[in-house]
C-alpha cells in the first residue's frame, strides 16, 4: 500500500511541493494536532524544531527534526504522527464516554435519595393506627384540672385593665407551689415566664400573692422581664432553653409583645406564630399560654381565627363595670366540656413602703359566689377609636406622647391624619385617655367610672 492509498493518520504527511516530508512539515502538522512545538537553531545555524509527543510506551519522547535530514527518518517521523493522532482520537473518546456517564457521587446521591424516601414512606405507614390502636395514644395529662392540661395550646384573653395577668399570676402560684387552683388540682412544676411588657409592676403582684397565701413561688418559677421575639434568632435559644428547664406551664405575656412586627389579621404571620409556640410546646411537653388582648368589638381576641383554632384552651377574662367582679369564662376546650364560670375580687395587699417611704401595695385574686349585677366591660366605640387603643395598648402600656401615638397609628394602623384627629379628640374629650405631663395612657371604662 502507498502512502496515497493510506487512510486519515496513516503514512507521513505530504510536504506542500508532493515531495517526502520535509522536518517543517511534520512540525506543522503536529502542531495542528495540539503538539507543542519549539523553534530551535543548532550551532551551524541551521533551523531545527523540536516537539514533545507522549506515546504509549513512554510518558514523553522528545523528537528533533531538522530540514536536512528529514528523508532518512521518514518512517519514524510518520510513526510519531501516527501515534499522535491515535493517542489524541483515544482521548477525545474517553472524554466523551466520561461527559455521557454520571458520576458515581451522582449515582451515589440518587440512589441514597430514593432509599431515604422509602425509608420515611415506610416509616409514616408504621405510624397509622386502626381503631384498636388508637388506644395507644395516652389521654390528656392536666396541669390544672377541667381547666388546663400539659402538652398543649392555651390562650387567656380580656380587655385591657379586666384582671388578665392577675388570674395568669394565680394560675402560676398554684402551679409553683403544688397548690389547688380554687378547688381544681394542679401539677407541681416550674413556670417560665416571658413578662414582655417589663417586670417592675409584675414583681409587687408576684410579692402580693405570696404575702396572701403565705407561699414563696422560690426557684419554680422563672421570669425573663422583656420580649423575645418570635420571628427572630432569639426564639431557637428560648425554646432549647426550656427544653433543658423542663417547665410545666410557659406563659407569654403578652402576645402582642412577642410578635411585634407581625400582623395579627394575617393567617400567613399568625401560623409561624402557631407554629414557634408548638416549637415550645415540643421542646418540654408544657402548657404554653398566650395572654391576648380581646377585640374591641365582639367576644374573641384580636387577629385572625388561625389563632383560636389552634388552641385546646380559651380562658376569657372579664370584669364587671359597677362591681369590679372578675369572671373567668373556659370558653373553650377542645378535648372536653368547658367548665364553669368563676368570680372574684381583686382583695388590695399592703406590701409596705418603697426606699423613698411611698406605700406599696397590690391586689390579689379572691373566690366570690356574687354574681356580677351587669354585663361585663363593653364600651361602645368607632372603629378608628379601636384602632387607637390597641395600638396604645400594644405599644403605649405605660404611656406615650401624642405624636408617638400618632405615628404609630398611621404607620401600624393605616389611618389618615384626618382620622386619627378627629378619633383622638373624641377620645380626649371622653376621657378615654388620660395625660400625665407629656405621655397620654388609655383608661379603661371600668376605670373611669
Request: with cysteine.
Amino acid at each position: 500500500m502507498t502512502d496515497t492509498e493510506k487512510g486519515p493518520g496513516q503514512g507521513a504527511p505530504n510536504s506542500s511541493d508532493g515531495t517526502n516530508p520535509t522536518g517543517l512539515d511534520l512540525v506543522k502538522a503536529l502542531h495542528g494536532l495540539g503538539a507543542e512545538v519549539r523553534n530551535l537553531r543548532n550551532p551551524d545555524d541551521e533551523p531545527m524544531y523540536a516537539t514533545n509527543c507522549p506515546l504509549p510506551h513512554k510518558s514523553q519522547t522528545s523528537w528533533y527534526l531538522d530540514s536536512d535530514r528529514c528523508s532518512a527518518r521518514d518512517h519514524a517521523k510518520t510513526a510519531m504522527l501516527n501515534r499522535f493522532r491515535d493517542l489524541k482520537r483515544k482521548r477525545n473518546e474517553e472524554a466523551k464516554a466520561k461527559a455521557s456517564t454520571p458520576p458515581p457521587q451522582a449515582e451515589a446521591t440518587e440512589a441514597e435519595a430514593a432509599a431515604a424516601t422509602e425509608a420515611a414512606v415506610l416509616a409514616l405507614m408504621a405510624e397509622l393506627l386502626d381503631s384498636d390502636g388508637l388506644d395507644q395514644i395516652p389521654d390528656p395529662e392536666p396541669l390544672i384540672e377541667g381547666l388546663l392540661d400539659l402538652d398543649t395550646l392555651a390562650w387567656i384573653i380580656g380587655r385591657s385593665g379586666n384582671g388578665k395577668t392577675f388570674v395568669t399570676i394565680d394560675i402560676c402560684g398554684s402551679v409553683t407551689t403544688g397548690t389547688p387552683w380554687h378547688g381544681h388540682k394542679s401539677v407541681q412544676g416550674k413556670v417560665v415566664y416571658i413578662a414582655a411588657e417589663g417586670a417592675r409592676g409584675f414583681k409587687k403582684r408576684i410579692r402580693a400573692w405570696e404575702k396572701h397565701h403565705n407561699l414563696k413561688m422560690g426557684a419554680n418559677l422563672l421570669v425573663l422581664p422583656r420580649p423575645v421575639l418570635i420571628n427572630e434568632a432569639e426564639w431557637g435559644a428560648l425554646v432549647e432553653a426550656c427544653r433543658r428547664i423542663g417547665p410545666v406551664l410557659i406563659v407569654l405575656d403578652t402576645m402582642a409583645r412577642v410578635s411585634a412586627g407581625m400582623e395579627e389579621n394575617s393567617s400567613k404571620d399568625m401560623g409561624i406564630l402557631v407554629h414557634q409556640a408548638e416549637r415550645l410546646r415540643e421542646a418540654c411537653g408544657a402548657c404554653v399560654s398566650l395572654v391576648h388582648h380581646q377585640g374591641h368589638k365582639g367576644e374573641n381576641g384580636r387577629g385572625s381565627s388561625a389563632l383560636i383554632g389552634a388552641m385546646n384552651t380559651e380562658i376569657r377574662v372579664s370584669m364587671d363595670k359597677k362591681t369590679r367582679i372578675v369572671t373567668v369564662e373556659n370558653s373553650k376546650q377542645k378535648d372536653e366540656a368547658e367548665g364553669e364560670d368563676l368570680r372574684f375580687l381583686l382583695a388590695p395587699v399592703d406590701l409596705g413602703t418603697d426606699a423613698r417611704g411611698k406605700p406599696l401595695g397590690s391586689a390579689v385574686l379572691t373566690e366570690t359566689t356574687v354574681a356580677a349585677t351587669v354585663d361585663p366591660d363593653k364600651e361602645d366605640v368607632t372603629e378608628n377609636q379601636a384602632k387607637i387603643i390597641g395600638i396604645m395598648q400594644d405599644y403605649f402600656s405605660a404611656g406615650g406622647t401624642k405624636s408617638e401615638i400618632k405615628a404609630r397609628c398611621l404607620k401600624k394602623a393605616g389611618m389618615t391624619d384626618s382620622s386619627w384627629y378627629y378619633a383622638w379628640n373624641q377620645m380626649v374629650e371622653a376621657t378615654m385617655v388620660q395625660a400625665d405631663g407629656a405621655k397620654f395612657t388609655y383608661i379603661p371604662l371600668s376605670q373611669r367610672i
